[in-house]
C-alpha cells in the first residue's frame, strides 16, 4: 500500500502546480481581456457622447487641430489651464487652446463645452469648436489679432503699436 500512496502524492504534487498554473492564467486573461474591452467602450461612449451634444460649438479631431497649427508652433500665450496656439482653418485664423488638465474627466469637459459654447457676447472671444479625442482636449477660439485686452490695460504690448483709442 505504501508505493501506490507514495505514487498518488508524486502525481498529486506534479499536477497541483501545474493546474494553479493553468487556472491563474485563464483568470488574469479573463480579467485582461474584460478590461480591455470595458475601456474600448468607455472610450467609444465617450465619443458618442460629445457627438451627440446639442447647441454646441463643432468638433473637430486632433489630427486636424495639429495640422491647423502647424504642429502647435506659433504660441499665444500660457495660462493656467493650458496653452493657447495660432493656427488657420480654411480661411478663418483661430486660437487654439491645449488644455494641460489631465483630471478632467467627459463629463466636466462636455459641461464647460455647452456653457462656453452657448455665450455669445460682444466683450468675450467666441467659442469656435472643441476636440475631445482620447486624453487630448482642446478649445478652438475665434483669433484675436490684438492679444488680450489686459495685456493693453497694464501695458505689456508692443511699444510700437499704436494705444487703443476709447471706440
Not at 106 to 126: D, Q
Not at 138 to 155: A, N, Q
Amino acid at each position: 500500500m505504501k508505493p501506490k500512496s507514495s505514487h498518488v502524492r508524486r502525481v498529486v504534487a506534479i499536477l497541483a502546480p501545474i493546474g494553479g498554473f493553468i487556472l491563474l492564467t485563464i483568470l488574469f486573461l479573463v480579467t485582461f481581456i474584460c478590461k480591455r474591452r470595458t475601456q474600448q467602450q468607455n472610450e467609444m461612449e465617450e465619443e458618442e457622447e460629445f457627438g451627440e451634444l446639442q447647441g454646441t460649438p463643432m468638433g473637430f479631431t486632433f489630427q486636424q487641430l495639429k495640422e491647423a497649427t502647424e504642429q502647435f508652433k506659433d504660441k499665444l500665450g500660457e495660462g493656467g489651464f493650458g496653452s493657447v496656439f495660432k493656427g488657420q482653418f480654411a480661411d478663418e485664423r483661430i486660437a487654439v487652446k491645449r488644455l494641460d488638465r489631465t483630471g478632467q474627466g467627459k463629463r466636466e469637459f462636455s459641461a464647460e463645452v455647452r456653457t462656453i459654447g452657448r455665450i455669445h457676447h460682444i466683450n468675450l472671444v467666441r467659442l469656435i469648436a472643441f476636440c475631445a479625442e482620447k486624453s487630448h482636449r482642446l478649445l478652438v477660439y475665434e483669433y484675436m489679432p490684438k492679444g488680450s485686452l489686459d495685456r493693453w490695460i497694464y501695458c505689456r504690448h508692443d511699444n510700437e503699436a499704436s494705444p487703443l483709442d476709447w471706440n
